[in-house]
């Protein structure tokens, strides 16, 4: 095959010189552009890490090129507005125009098939009321808690920048500044970028405790105080797991650790940054709990919780045992189902790990119901919440606040061309390449950022007051589901309050 492309390069270029003889010299220039693609061509053909372009010099670019430009060409011309994982393009859309409050409406009726499995919907009344989108606030601190705060119910999820580009956070802390709620950091730490902007922040710490740890990994009492100081700092979330990739750590490819990144976490430049699956200040349920209080004592009396995503049901009840025995309460649990994102995760983790979203939240709910302990505590959540009927859906099955990264991500103008992991985000969004980040303007994407917080908000706000509730007056029981069978049943029936599961692991030895 390379003897062949030679013998058509160089039949080319004898063409190229007898056309070029027989009509002008100023013909030559017409074809300067060949010769980088035969230059490539030469390439190609004797290099040995890719066997098909060793066999198709030419052609077999334009496999790669296509491979590239694969999700744009998916996006822009194969999907239709129901199509796209895991946002679908009419998600997509909503979260663009609510950005940029643009037009936000739908004509000719709905696209979906509401006749069809996993169809829901919510159940509105005849006796509609008004709520003020500027009340959905939810306070978050028990007894023991010192600095109680007062959150919006929609919130930035965790993402940390490393993950994200200094300007994602920028505008993300920017948007949480002028909309009023918070920006939860991530595993990350703390950074420059999400403290200059002024919005409130959740710190939290994984274990790998970046910006609170020892040379040696390890929790660093002292580090963590001084850090948790900051007014900025309104709430610290623990990192117990997350839905993409649970019991594994975060993981940050080398590609995107820069100098600024390794002084923050105190990390090593040029290798990736994979944090622990488990945390070393703790090995047990009551290790957490204590680890807690001290976070709480350290913290001056700021609201602590813990976040995960649920595996054993047993290991949660443990933690709740041990709640009760030591007398001491979390302030938030934050709950997260496998269909969570992530920057980076191994296939097996982010596909077949970890209880789905609706399932794990209805768990916590009903079992801190069941052993008396949801007096003292708020579940926050996330999972693919971008819009105002999701909202309620996670309010219906348990949840006082919610959390969006993904939503937030494309209000920044990411496109969901899922690369993450890679370092070539398209939008600027999930790289720290320069070339990338400097299209993302921090002053337009920070108000895009408070628009979408605000405009969800407001389709919330009318969409409940369309089903005549308040927050707390949202149950299952207004949430229909479309069964595979073509029954119609409620989420108080798929998922009861008297959740058998949970009952079940009350009685079960500890696991945790």
């Not at 109680?148 to 920028?170: E, V």
């Not at 820069?258 to 290798?271: A, C, L, N, Q, S």
């Not at 389709?459 to 509730?469: D, T």
Request: with cysteine.
């Amino acid at each position: 095959m390379r003897s062949h492309f030679f013998v058509v390069s160089v039949l080319a270029v004898g063409l190229v010189a007898l056309l070029g003889e027989s009509v002008s010299p100023a013909f030559y220039w017409l074809y300067v552009p060949l010769i980088p693609l035969i230059v490539m061509g030469c390439q190609n053909a004797f290099q040995t890490k890719r066997a098909i372009l060793r066999n198709y010099p030419i052609l077999g670019m334009l496999r790669y090129f296509f491979e590239e430009i694969r999700p744009e060409i998916q996006q822009y011309f194969v999907e239709n507005d129901t199509d796209g994982a895991p946002f679908s393009r009419d998600l997509r859309s909503v979260v663009y125009q609510r950005a940029k409050k643009q037009l936000d409406t739908v004509p000719f009726g709905t696209q979906r098939d509401l006749y069809a499995a996993g169809a829901e919907w919510a159940q509105h009344s005849l006796r509609s009321v008004h709520v003020d989108p500027a009340s959905l606030r939810v306070t978050i601190g028990n007894h023991q808690c010192l600095k109680p705060y007062s959150a919006s119910i929609f919130n930035i999820s965790a993402m940390s920048y490393g993950s994200l580009s200094a300007q994602a956070i920028q505008s993300l802390n920017g948007g949480a500044k002028i909309g009023g709620f918070y920006h939860n950091t991530g595993e990350g730490g703390v950074s420059p970028h999400h403290l200059e902007p002024g919005g409130d922040l959740v710190w939290q710490i994984g274990t790998g405790y970046f910006g609170c740890r020892n040379s040696d990994g390890t929790f660093s009492p002292e580090k963590f105080k001084a850090r948790a100081e900051h007014p900025h700092i309104k709430m610290i979330e623990i990192k117990l797991s997350q839905g993409a990739k649970p019991s594994h750590g975060g993981i940050l490819p080398a590609a995107k650790v820069t100098k600024e990144i390794v002084e923050i976490r105190g990390v090593v430049m040029g290798k990736d940054v994979i944090s622990p699956p488990t945390h070393s200040r703790f090995s047990d349920a009551e290790g957490l709990i204590r680890f807690v209080q001290e976070l709480r004592t350290l913290s001056g009396g700021k609201p602590i919780g813990f976040k995960l995503c649920i595996g054993n049901p047993a290991e949660f009840v443990s933690i709740c045992r041990a709640m009760k025995r030591l007398d001491i309460y979390p302030d938030f649990i934050t709950v997260d189902g496998a269909e969570g994102g992530t920057g980076a995760a191994p296939l097996e983790f982010t596909n077949s790990l970890g209880m789905p979203w609706a399932e794990g939240l209805t768990l916590v709910r009903v079992t801190l119901e069941l052993m008396g302990l949801k007096k003292h505590i708020k579940i926050i959540t996330s999972g693919k919440i971008v819009t105002g009927f999701s909202l309620f859906k996670a309010l219906a099955l348990g949840a006082d606040t919610v959390n969006s990264a993904r939503g937030m991500m494309l209000a920044l103008g990411c496109i969901q061309a899922r690369r993450c992991n890679t370092n070539h985000c398209p939008a600027g969004v999930a790289t720290n390449n320069p070339r990338l980040t400097v299209g993302l303007v921090v002053e337009d994407k920070r108000v895009r950022v408070a628009n979408f917080h605000g405009q969800t908000l407001k389709a919330f706000a009318e969409l409940m007051g369309a089903c005549g509730v308040s927050t707390s007056g949202i149950t299952r029981g207004h949430v229909f589901r479309r069964m595979e069978s073509g029954q119609v049943l409620n989420l108080a029936e798929i998922y009861p309050t008297t959740e058998p599961r949970a009952a079940r692991f009350l009685e079960a030895p500890s696991a945790f």
